[in-house]
T-cell receptor, first 113, second 116 residues
Framework: SQTIHQWPATLVQPVGSPLSLECTVE??????LYWYRQAAGRGLQLLFY??????ISSEVPQNLSASRPQDRQFILSSKKLLLSDSGFYLC????????????FGSGTRLTVV | AQTVTQSQPEMSVQEAETVTLSCTYD???????LFWYKQPPSRQMILVIR??????QNATENRFSVNFQKAAKSFSLKISDSQLGDTAMYFC?????????????FGKGTKLSVKP
């Protein structure tokens, strides 16, 4: 069966420090991968999605970037964190969008201090 | 731009009773998909139910059913025989057929508490 792993679960980082959040999927090949952010009291907002290795699409301009170095690995990064980057970050995967559904990871709570 | 509105920030229901969560949306598209997601205290997003706009029949998944009114742009979730494990944040979400992949537009959520 397919599983999605996301870590770390919780992270506290100072302003100006770099960020690297990792997401991996097991049990499937060539998944579509997504990074979402959930600000306090809000629903999720799509940040990036990828349909293949090295292919990244950004939905919202921001201080973050994403990379997909391997088929089932998706990384969210920042060179210098801002206070406004605090939030709950969720990774998700899909075999092909709506038809197959989206499966979310357990999320990372990022607090920038 | 598409928007999703959940007008009930919080709701509560007694165990075993029925509760309905409201969701309205705004779009100019004719083909789209609608979802209800559940986010328990563990924070993981779990798909509850989904509906394709071109299907008139309301989706049903066990104790969960929707009332989809396309003309009114309304997509409410009914939970029957509520259980303590249903306590969670519930998010209504929209995905346009022709939009970017995975670009789910979420409402702000309804916090549901099931009381024993």
């Amino acid at each position: 069966s397919q599983t999605i792993h996301q870590w770390p679960a919780t992270l506290v980082q100072p302003v100006g420090s770099p960020l690297s959040l990792e997401c991996t999927v097991e049990g499937t090949s060539n998944p579509n991968l997504y990074w979402y952010r959930q600000a306090a009291g809000r629903g999720l907002q799509l940040l990036f999605y990828s349909v293949g290795i090295g292919q990244i699409s950004s939905e919202v301009p921001q201080n973050l970037s994403a990379s997909r170095p391997q088929d089932r690995q998706f990384i969210l990064s920042s060179k210098k964190l801002l206070l406004s980057d605090s939030g709950f970050y969720l990774c998700a995967w899909s075999s092909g969008g709506w038809v197959y559904g989206y499966t979310f990871g357990s999320g990372t709570r990022l607090t920038v201090v | 731009a598409q928007t999703v509105t959940q007008s009930q920030p919080e709701m509560s229901v007694q165990e075993a009773e029925t509760v309905t969560l409201s969701c309205t949306y705004d779009t100019s598209e004719n083909n789209y998909y609608l979802f209800w997601y559940k986010q328990p205290p563990s924070r993981q997003m779990i798909l509850v139910i989904r509906q394709e706009a071109y299907k008139q029949q309301n989706a049903t998944e066990n104790r969960f059913s929707v009332n989809f009114q396309k003309a009114a742009k309304s997509f409410s979730l009914k939970i029957s025989d509520s259980q303590l494990g249903d306590t969670a944040m519930y998010f209504c979400a929209f995905e346009g057929y022709g939009g970017s992949q995975g670009n789910l537009i979420f409402g702000k959520g309804t916090k549901l508490s099931v009381k024993p």
